[in-house]
Nanobody, 126 residues
């Protein structure tokens, strides 16, 4: 199983980025997908997650109203639209999948995911 997170970059505060996560080696559309991030010197933290069908979503309080997670199962991709970015959003962003199978439950803990991408760096300048 391989996950590829992409389209991070450098943006000014208040700007937007759209991250993408693509998967191969499993039927992506059967599983929840989560986005997490890790800033230097900090633990990995939950950002957003979506269930297999896209009917359920979870967001960290710090990104509610600014970030939107969505998925296109026909294209095997999950996107994270990030708007009104702040310097504190600077981090390596990772996507993860593998659990649970076709459930409305949307995991928020890293331990609940089986497969991880390599991460894409988002840098927000002030």
């Amino acid at each position: 199983v391989q996950l590829q997170a992409s389209w991070g970059g450098l943006v000014q505060a208040g700007g937007s980025l759209r991250l993408s996560c693509a998967a191969s080696g499993l039927t992506f559309s059967n599983y929840a997908v989560g986005w997490f991030r890790q800033a230097p010197g900090k633990e990995r933290e939950f950002v957003a997650a979506i269930n297999w069908s896209g009917s359920s979503r979870n967001y960290a309080d710090s990104v509610k109203g600014r970030f939107t997670i969505s998925r296109d199962n026909a294209k095997n991709t999950v996107s994270l639209q990030m708007s009104s970015l702040k310097p504190e959003d600077t981090a390596v962003h990772y996507c993860a999948t593998g659990s649970p199978y076709r459930s409305n439950y949307v995991p928020k803990s890293p331990q609940e995911y089986d497969y991880w991408g390599q991460g894409t760096l988002v840098t927000v300048s002030s």
